[in-house]
Every structure is written in structure tokens, then in C-alpha cells.
């Protein structure tokens, strides 16, 4: 049995850091076991301007524990008032490596997102001229759409009408949870990619919802049928390079979790590398861990892959039940498994 296994130190391409006490209180999960991470723009008011962007990046920077390397990659939130040349200079400046596409009201802070596609399409039109990736939160809003399709309609309804306005346009199809999105990443030529979270590879819909409801199993997009939940794990570790890592690590506070209307998220920065290793080591794909986690992403984003390497041992995880912030606490993703995996 393999007792370690070495992969260059690994990226994390979709994360939640939010800003201030629970900044400081969770930054330093992920700068402990990743090198770079694409920063999420959801905060309140939205990080929509070059200006909010080189802001947030400079809190977050300041924010870092003594001696950690960490690099945020920053986002722009798009809103149908973005502005094509706002967008190109923090683009050419090196600071913004992606636009965040937001369908208003379809998760937590989107109000600001998109209601009208057509009103972004100057936006796209530069980020497609330039090479700037387009994150999308890929779930339609519209009340008569089941919860459980809205990831399916949007590729029909939105993104393929996108895509095929603007070929050149570079897309990153955010926390798939469906056998469809796993087609259609596959299906495309070129110019599309997808991330997959840890949490989606371990839960399916009954996890939530059977046997009593579970809060911190809650997130968006929802997770779906068993399914689609194996239709990503091949995905996951297949070493297919359109698919990488996006925790979506989503920090919220149990009490804001465990209200009536609860908030979406699952927070996994503290214990996703464990988890992943136990899962491509239940798929015998532990030799492709490291393009999951370390390789695809970089590639699609045209980035170098890290000199620094990570080494998993096989000897139980320790993290913690809950992290502690100002606010109260944040209950770690519970993946219901041992975890023999840790970051050494
Ligand atoms: O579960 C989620 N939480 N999904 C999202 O799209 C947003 C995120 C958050 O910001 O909490
Ligand atoms: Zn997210």
C-alpha cells in the first residue's frame, strides 16, 4: 500500500475568503495547503472595479500569517454596468485573472449579478479579445426551473448561447454538480473547463435531506442524485485536464448557517487535501491526484505550475470540528469517512 505520495504544491481555483474578522480567521487554512488561489468577488458591496480588486488583494495580503506564501488571484464581479476598459486594465496589469458571472439572485450576494445577458456582452466581447477567463456561477433563477435543473437549463439557456457568440471566450464552468456539465465540458472543442469541489465528489442529495435535514451539507449549486455525484468523481480523477480543483470553500457562521433560511456553503479549507486523497484513493487514482489538484488548473489559466512541492502521508487527519471567529463558530465540512490522509 502507498504509505506518501509527493505532487507539486497544489492550487485552489474557486474560494471564499471574505473580508475582515473571518479573513483573518480562515486565510490561514488555505495558505497552509495552497500556493494560489482564484478569490472569489462575492463580498458586500461586490468587488466589481480594478481599484476594489488591488483593495481587497492588499487586505487579504495583510491578512496572511507571519512567513506564508500565498498568492490570491483576483476576480472581478460582473454587473451589467462593467466596464469593458475597467476590465482590460486590471487584466493587463496582472492583478485580475478572471470575471466572476453571477445570474442575479442565483446564490449568496449575487444581487448585483446579471439579470439581462445581453447587457454584458461588450464585457465579454474584450474578455474574449484579451484571453480573460469567464467564471460562471452556472445555475438559472427562474422560479418555474427545479432546483435540482437549474445547472442543466442554464448550459442550454445561457451558456451555449455565450459560447457561441463569443467562440474565443474562455470559460470556467464553476462547481459542477451534473452528469450534463461533465458532458458538455467534454463535448466542447476548446476554450472550456470546469471546476469540481471537494464536497460535491463525497455528497449526493440524500446526504442533505435523508434521515433529518443537514445544514452544512447545504450549498449551491445543491448537490444532486448519486448519479451525477459519480459522473464527477470519473470526471475528478479521469486526469482529463478540463477538470480541476475549486473547493468553493464558503465560510458562514453556524448561527447564520442554522437559521430558518439558512445560508448556502461548506467550509472544507482545513481538510480538502485529506479528503481528496481518500477519495481518489478509494478510485485507485491516486497517481492522478496531483493533475486534479496541482497540474489542469494552472494549465487552463496559463499559469506556471509551483516549483514548491506537497507530500501526503497515509496516517490519520487531524483538523479541527470548528474554526473560531469573532462571530462565532464555523463547523469544517464533516465528510461522514476516516481520513487516513495527511498533509505532512
Ligand atoms: O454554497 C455556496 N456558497 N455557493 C455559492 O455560490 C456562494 C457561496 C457563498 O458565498 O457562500
Ligand atoms: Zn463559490
Redesign the pocket.
Known sequence: MTKSITIRRPDDWHL?LRDGDMLRAVLPYTAQHFARAII?P?LVPPIVTHAQAQAYRDRIIAALPDGAEFTPLMTLYLTEDSDPADVAAAHASGLVKAVKLYPAGA???SASGVANFDKVDAVLEKMAEIGLPLCT?GEVTDPNVDIFDREAVFIDRVLDPIRTRHPDLRVVMEHITTSDAVDYVQGAAQNLAATITTHHLVINRNHILAGGIKPHYY??PVAKREEHRLALRKAATSGDARFFLGT?S?P?TDANKLLPCG???CFTAPNTLSILAEVFEQDDALERLEAFTSLNGPAYYRLPVNAATTTLTRTPAHYPAHVDTVEGPVTVFDPDMPLNWSVS
Open positions: 471564499h472569489m462575492n446564490t449568496t450576494n456561477h450549498c449551491l468553493d464558503a458562514h445560508c448556502a456553503g
